[in-house]
């Protein structure tokens, strides 16, 4: 079965850190783009960051850019997003989601996405 699993979320007080992971199982991760996105109830999917298959190219939105961080290890199969100095605004459902097209330099149409994964929530709050 081909999927992807994210983890790492949980509740953080605002300026912590957090580092979300996304571990694809049944397919290699190598030959696909990954982007982050984030959906709060009651808000439209927003894209956070992408990463292209070879590690070279990413992209974050303005609202998180200084502060995220995406990257990825080919060979644990698994991308990452660290998110530092987090807000409040960013508390939402995070999700990760793999496509075998080229979707940089602007990776936010999720239309482009072939899998994704069942989120993981994030709750920025004192």
């Known amino acids: 079965q081909l999927q992807l699993v994210e983890s790492g979320g949980g509740l953080v007080q605002p300026g912590g850190s957090l580092r979300l992971s996304c571990a694809a199982s049944?397919?290699?991760?190598?030959?696909?783009?990954i982007g982050w996105f984030r959906q709060d109830p009651g808000k439209e999917r927003e894209g956070v960051s992408c990463?292209?298959?070879?590690?070279?190219?990413?992209n974050y939105a303005d609202s998180v850019k200084g502060r995220f961080t995406i990257s990825r290890d080919n060979a644990k199969n698994t991308v990452y997003l660290q998110m530092n100095s987090l807000k409040p605004e960013d508390t939402a459902v995070y999700y990760c989601?793999?496509?075998?097209?080229?979707?940089?330099?602007?990776?936010?149409?999720?239309?482009?996405?072939?899998?994704w994964g069942q989120g993981t929530q994030v709750t920025v709050s004192s």
């Open positions: 989601a793999a496509a075998s097209v080229a979707v940089l330099p602007t990776c936010w149409d999720s239309d482009q996405y072939d899998y």
């Open positions: 990463i292209s298959s070879s590690g070279g190219s990413t």
């Open positions: 049944g397919f290699t991760l190598d030959y696909y783009a």
